[in-house]
């Protein structure tokens, strides 16, 4: 079952602007995880951040998270071609096991 | 460090044919996965194993799909007979334990004719 959404599903955008994407889920979790995947290849982690934390950075992105409102961010900054990729975000519940979101697919234009 | 190892990239079979896939997790990780993920969606769980004993398969069809991991260290998933809606791209990851960050292979593309 799936249990993160992102939002948006897809998004377009130019090459050094910032990208944010969106992700809601609806149970208590213990963290929750951002992940790259670029075609025809695995998954890349990005960023683990606690459900005690409200944000957390690594080089060019930005990750927040609200546990009131069971949602989290991701922002890239200063875009580049190579960030063109599918972003999921998972969830870590009790048994640490991690449920998917569907993923936003995204396009940077040069 | 060596990523995780899936073999063979590609394959394709008939409908009722069999398959099998193989995978070599980092060395040291003790949690190995496999996922389906179905063209669009996001990867769904099959089984976790813990070492080589099954953590969770509770979304693997089990009248068609086996999976093993001798040794606590490779592992293979079956598939026996194949269906046409088991197209789809089969990963395997693996973890130092199940807390942390998972590592993926590059993933079998699987389609059924």
């Known amino acids: 079952s799936q249990q993160g959404e992102e939002d948006p599903q897809a998004l377009s955008i130019q090459e050094g602007e910032n990208a944010t994407m969106n992700c809601s889920y609806k149970t208590s979790i213990n963290n929750l995880q951002w992940y790259r995947q670029n075609s025809g290849r695995g998954l890349v982690h990005l960023i683990l951040i606690r459900s005690n934390e409200r944000e957390k950075h690594s080089g060019r992105l930005r990750v927040t998270l609200d546990t009131s409102k069971k949602s989290s961010s991701l922002l890239i900054t200063a875009s580049r071609a190579a960030d063109t990729a599918s972003y999921f975000c998972a969830t870590g519940g009790s048994n640490y096991q991690l449920i998917w979101g569907a993923g936003t697919k995204l396009i940077i234009k040069p | 460090e060596a990523g995780v190892a899936q073999s063979p990239r590609y394959k394709i079979i008939e409908k009722r044919q069999s398959v099998a896939f193989w995978c070599n997790p980092i060395s040291g990780h003790a949690t190995l996965y496999w996922y389906q993920q179905i063209l669009g969606q996001g990867p769904k769980l099959l089984i976790q194993?813990?070492?080589?004993?099954?953590?969770?398969d509770s979304q693997l069809p089990k009248d068609r799909f086996s999976a093993e991991r001798l040794k606590g260290v490779d592992s293979t998933l079956k598939i026996q007979p194949a269906k046409l809606e088991d197209s789809a791209v089969y990963l395997c990851?693996?973890?130092?334990?199940?807390?942390?960050?998972?590592?993926f292979g590059d993933g079998t593309r699987l389609s059924i004719l």
């Open positions: 990851a693996s973890s130092y334990h199940s807390n942390q960050p998972q590592h």
């Open positions: 194993f813990q070492n080589n004993g099954v953590v969770d």
